[in-house]
C-alpha cells in the first residue's frame, strides 16, 4: 500500500529548507538541488510542489510572513496600545534565533524583489499590513498620551519603518556594536524621543 504523503506538511518542510538556505547562503546561491538535499528530498519532489525557483521563493516569502502577523495577533491583544506598539516594533528586529533568520530571508529578498514582479508584490503586500498595523498602534497611543498628539501619525509611521529596516540591517552587518541589547535600548530611545514633553 502506497505511503500517504501530507502534502501541506512536505510543503512547510520544503519550504522551511529554503529558508535556512536563504539564511545562510543569500538568496542569489539559492538552488532547488540545494534545497531538496537540506530537506531530504530529491530534486523531483519540489517540482510536484512549485513550478520554479521563484513560485517557490514566493511561497517561502508568503509563509514566512503569515508566521509573524500570528505573532502580531497576540501582541496586539493587550489593554494599553502603546505596549502592543513596543511589541510589535521589537518583533521585527533580530533579537532572537527565529526573528534572526526572517531578518535574513526579508533583506535577502529586498535585493530580487526590485527584478521580481511576484516577490515585489508580496513585499508590497507585507510593507502595506506592517504599516497599517503600526499607525493603528500609534493613532492609539497617541489617545494614551505615550505619543505627542501633535506628531502627524504618518511621519511617525514613516520613522518607526525606516528604524527597523535600519536597526534589522545593522545588527546583520555590525553584530558587535548593534547588540541586542543596543537593538531594544535604540527602539526605545525613539519612542521616548515621540513622547510628549513633560
Not at 528530498?41 to 503569515?66: C, I, P, Q, T
Not at 521585527?92 to 508584490?121: C, H, K, V, Y
Amino acid at each position: 500500500m502506497p505511503k500517504l504523503v501530507d502534502h501541506d506538511v512536505r510543503r512547510e518542510e520544503l519550504v522551511r529548507a529554503a529558508w535556512r538556505v536563504i539564511a545562510e547562503r543569500g538568496i542569489d546561491e539559492v538552488t532547488i538541488r540545494e534545497i531538496a538535499r537540506q530537506a531530504g528530498y530529491s530534486s523531483g519532489v519540489l517540482a510536484h510542489y512549485f513550478e520554479n525557483k521563484d513560485d517557490l521563493l514566493a511561497h517561502a516569502s508568503r509563509m514566512s510572513h503569515e508566521l509573524i502577523y500570528e505573532r502580531y495577533e497576540a501582541e496586539v491583544d493587550t489593554p494599553l496600545q502603546r505596549d502592543a506598539l513596543r511589541e510589535v516594533l521589537l518583533d521585527n528586529l533580530p533579537l532572537d534565533a527565529q526573528r534572526d533568520l526572517e531578518t535574513r530571508i526579508e533583506m535577502s529578498f529586498w535585493a530580487r524583489s526590485l527584478r521580481n514582479a511576484s516577490l515585489s508584490g508580496i513585499q508590497h503586500e507585507k510593507s502595506k499590513h506592517l504599516r497599517g498595523l503600526i499607525k493603528e498602534l500609534v493613532q492609539g497611543s497617541q489617545s494614551e498620551g505615550a505619543i505627542a498628539k501633535e506628531h502627524n501619525a504618518d511621519r511617525v509611521v514613516d520613522l518607526l519603518a525606516a528604524l527597523i529596516d535600519g536597526i534589522s540591517l545593522h545588527a546583520l552587518l555590525y553584530p558587535d556594536r548593534m547588540t541586542k541589547r543596543r537593538q531594544r535600548a535604540t527602539m526605545e530611545f525613539a519612542l521616548a524621543l515621540l513622547a510628549p514633553e513633560s
